[in-house]
């Protein structure tokens, strides 16, 4: 009888352990793997290598030799923009001749060709300048050039030397090794046994025309025209045409206005009535003094690394570079620019490193002049103590 009790003990025990193996799986079990046997999952597809930019616009306008074949046209704005069917300054005139020639920058709108070659016999007849040297005007298809300039990208601006033409033709190693004469004694005054009453004349000529809009000089020679206005006429008017800026100690910048009924063509705002030689120059002479400050520091610092550099550490970090502008692409000049780059078949380069000759000439020149003057310690030192160097502004009577 106790046999027959534990048999049946077993025989409970075991049916037990039986439920427990065949119970059903419950929900939200994992799926059961795929066969050995199912298809493999094809491999994505390799991305595409991103295509290398294109070169830009400077390097594109800078390798075109030759004007586009095209009706003229100057396209844009002055410093983003093109030129269609430009034609090229003679390089030696009656009253002229074009310095840099390796540049091959003696191009413009018809409008200013003929505005350069006008200027440069009334200057001669009328005022006795004995000619003009004329610097860069604008590249064949006109665009954002190699070196130099933000602007002269339509045709319609032009530098003109400050230096007086000799009375020969030039040669062309002389145009490329001679250098433009600056006008300034120090960083705010013109040099008077330089910049003449011929100057004063030459500048009002060019101002004189009603197709010029502006005219660009160093805030020093803007001001040496304010106080010597008087020597040439009583009439101001002029002088509100010509307007400071930087680095214009050398040339003056001639600017036309777009000329009547051309399409695309983008004027700048007019200039104000008045003859700038108030409070525009006086603020003008504000940002100069900090400007020669940051130079004359500058230099400063140079000299001084120079003569302890045994005393710098190689493991010293060098200043972060000043940022800048990136470059003009092809796609930031207005849409008929591409047109202009591509006419009568011209193909440009594909990439930054394959310029022309061309372009490599004008890489390779020389400034036309000399670079900025720089103050003396003793003038530096006037000036971080509040002292003013050739900056005060004469008085003068309103009414004239």
């Not at 493999?40 to 616009?57: I, M, N």
């Not at 018809?110 to 505005?115: D, G, I, K, R």
């Not at 020969?168 to 705010?188: G, H, W």
């Not at 020679?221 to 930087?246: F, H, Q, Y």
Request: proline letters at 11%; one cysteine or more.
């Amino acid at each position: 009888m106790r046999g027959l009790f534990l048999s049946l003990i077993l025989l409970l025990y075991c049916s037990g352990v039986s439920a427990e193996q065949i119970k059903a799986p419950k929900v939200g079990a994992k799926p059961v793997a795929a066969a050995a046997t199912d298809k493999p999952q094809p491999k994505p597809a390799p991305k595409k290598p991103k295509a290398p930019p294109a070169p830009p616009a400077k390097t594109l306008f800078g390798a075109a030799a030759t004007p586009a074949p095209l009706a003229a046209r100057a396209i844009g704005s002055y410093s983003k923009g093109c030129l269609a069917g430009g034609v090229s300054l003679p390089i030696n005139g009656p009253d002229w001749q074009v310095m840099r020639l390796t540049r091959n920058r003696n191009w413009g709108s018809p409008q200013l060709v003929e505005f350069m070659e006008r200027l440069a016999s009334d200057a001669r007849a009328l005022d006795g300048w004995p000619g003009l040297l004329v610097g860069d005007m604008s590249q064949p298809r006109g665009g954002p050039m190699l070196n130099g300039h933000t602007s002269h990208q339509i045709g319609l601006d032009a530098d003109i030397w400050l230096t007086p033409m000799p009375d020969r033709i030039l040669t062309p190693q002389e145009r490329e090794d001679m250098n433009a004469v600056s006008m300034l004694k120090d960083p705010f005054s013109v040099d008077p046994e330089v910049f003449t009453l011929g100057h004063v004349k030459l500048i009002k000529r060019a101002a004189s025309y009603p197709q010029l809009a502006r005219i660009f000089v160093h805030p020093a020679i803007k001001k040496g025209l304010c106080e010597r206005a008087a020597s040439v006429g009583t009439e101001r008017a002029w002088l509100g045409k010509v307007r400071p800026w930087w680095n214009h100690h050398y040339h003056f910048h001639v600017r036309l206005a777009c000329p009547p009924g051309m399409a695309g063509c983008e004027n700048q705002k007019p200039v104000l009535g008045d003859d700038g030689c108030g409070q525009e120059l006086k603020d003008w002479y504000e940002m100069l003094k900090k400007s020669a400050i940051w130079q004359a520091e500058q230099q400063q610092a140079v000299q001084a690394a120079e003569e302890a550099e045994q005393d710098v550490k190689p493991d010293a970090k060098p200043a972060k570079p000043a940022k800048t502008k990136p470059p003009l692409r092809l796609t930031d000049l207005p849409g008929d620019c591409k047109t202009v780059l591509t006419a009568g078949g011209f193909e440009p380069p594909a990439k930054e490193e394959e310029l022309p000759p061309v372009a490599l000439k004008a890489l390779a020149s020389k400034d036309a002049g000399p670079g900025l003057p720089i103050l003396t310690q003793a003038a530096l030192q006037t000036l971080r103590n509040g002292g003013q160097i050739g900056m005060p502004m004469p008085d003068r009577n309103p009414i004239r």
